[in-house]
Structures are given as structure tokens and as C-alpha cells.
């Protein structure tokens, strides 16, 4: 599927830099979604928007900060991450929130902290 | 909160093989999801059920909802090195907009 776009592929970035993870979505989509997949573990939703708004914040360390310009566009800000973070970082989105709607995926970034 | 427990873990067929991937949720299932994810890589979106007793087919998967048991079915026929990879299932509880994933089954497909 080329409907949901992430970028970059591949991060690898100290523990003290600051990066971004771009996500683009052109199914006209108006929910957008970040996930972590780590080794071993379920996918854990990180965040959710709607309508370009946060509806859901998982308990996630400051150190992650989402921003969604518009229903197409999804990025996560990423400073002083810990080794832990390493991980695949998945983007989704889907039509509305309700319960019949599926979830598409992009490729993720794959992230290493050093 | 709900939890997705998938077996087998790991699966290694014969090509030309049938095979099933069992999902079963610790809670009441208001739709049960189907992925498919190569190592690495996003995940590909199979199938979506939503009522109990339903059953939806796609080429040779078959994917039936047994909504009493909270158990979900994924059956491949006629197995193929294409259908290698990571099947997941994602579940909604009661949030409309939170998936709740299984660990995945890993399936080999030897030719």
C-alpha cells in the first residue's frame, strides 16, 4: 500500500538530537494514528487524532511530542530518547473513529537510539 | 483491558498446505482485524469482521468471527510462499477508536 507514507525509512540519532518522523496520508482520511512496535510486544497505540484534535494520549513520556497540521499530515518530535525507544514507529489512519472503520498502515521508521 | 492472545506463535507449512491462526480476546468483541505484516514493514490491512457467526473471504484466506467464544479464525488454503509473514489481529473494546493487537503468528512457508 502506497495510500499512507512515512518518512524516513530508517532513523539513527543519539540520545541527545532531536528529530521528527514525517507521516503523510493520501486516502483522505481524517484520523490519523502513531504506534510503537517493539520486539515481542503487541503494537502500542501511542496517539490518536481526529479532525486534526488529540483524542488520545497513551501515557506517553514527554519526550514524544506529536503535532498534526492537517488531516494529512502527521509528525512525531522526538528529543533526549532513551535506549528503550528503539523500536518501529508505525503511522495509521482511517475514515472517522467509529467502529467499522479499518486502520491503514505505512512502512514505519525504524528507530535506533544510540 | 482487553488483551488478544494469538497461537500458534510461530507456523511452519509445506507449501500446498492448509493452515489456521486462532485470536482470542479476553472481552466482548465489537470487530475483530486482520493483518498481515512482512518483518519490518507496515502492516497490510486482510479483513474486517463485526458480527458474530460472519465469515469474509479473500483469495485463499478465509477469516470467521465466533463472537460467544471471542475467538476469531484465520485460515489459509492452499498455503504459498506469498503468505509468509506476520498475521495480527487488532480488536476494539469498548473505545471506539483504540486497537488493541495480538503478539502475531509467524508463518513460514517452505516451498
Known amino acids: 500500500e502506497t495510500g499512507v507514507t512515512q518518512t524516513p525509512r530508517h532513523l539513527v540519532m543519539g540520545m541527545t538530537n532531536k528529530k521528527s518522523l514525517k507521516c503523510e496520508q493520501h486516502l483522505g482520511h481524517n484520523a490519523m494514528y502513531w504506534y510503537k512496535q517493539s520486539a515481542k510486544k503487541p503494537l502500542e497505540l501511542m496517539f490518536v487524532y481526529s479532525l486534526e484534535e488529540r483524542v488520545e494520549n497513551n501515557s506517553v513520556p514527554s519526550r514524544f511530542s506529536p503535532e498534526c497540521p492537517n488531516s494529512s499530515h502527521l509528525f512525531l518530535h522526538l528529543h533526549t530518547l532513551q535506549p528503550e525507544d528503539s523500536a518501529l514507529y508505525l503511522c495509521?489512519?482511517?475514515?472517522?473513529?467509529?467502529?467499522?472503520?479499518?486502520?491503514?498502515f505505512g512502512d514505519g521508521t525504524r528507530l535506533s537510539i544510540l | 483491558s482487553q488483551e488478544l492472545e494469538q497461537s500458534p506463535q510461530s507456523l511452519i507449512v509445506q507449501e500446498g498446505k492448509n493452515l489456521t491462526i486462532n485470536c482470542t480476546s479476553s472481552k466482548t468483541l465489537y470487530g475483530l482485524y486482520w493483518y498481515k505484516q512482512k518483518y519490518g514493514e507496515g502492516l497490510i490491512f486482510l479483513m474486517m469482521?463485526?458480527?458474530?457467526?460472519e465469515e469474509k473471504s479473500h483469495e485463499k484466506i478465509t477469516a470467521k468471527l465466533d463472537e460467544k467464544k471471542q475467538q476469531s479464525s484465520l485460515h489459509i488454503t492452499a498455503s504459498q510462499p506469498s503468505h509468509a509473514g506476520i498475521y495480527l489481529c487488532g480488536a476494539r473494546g469498548g473505545s471506539n477508536y483504540k486497537l488493541t493487537f495480538g503478539k502475531g503468528t509467524l508463518l513460514t512457508v517452505n516451498p
Open positions: 469482521l463485526q458480527k458474530g457467526g
Open positions: 495509521a489512519s482511517s475514515q472517522g473513529t467509529e467502529k467499522n472503520q479499518p486502520q491503514h
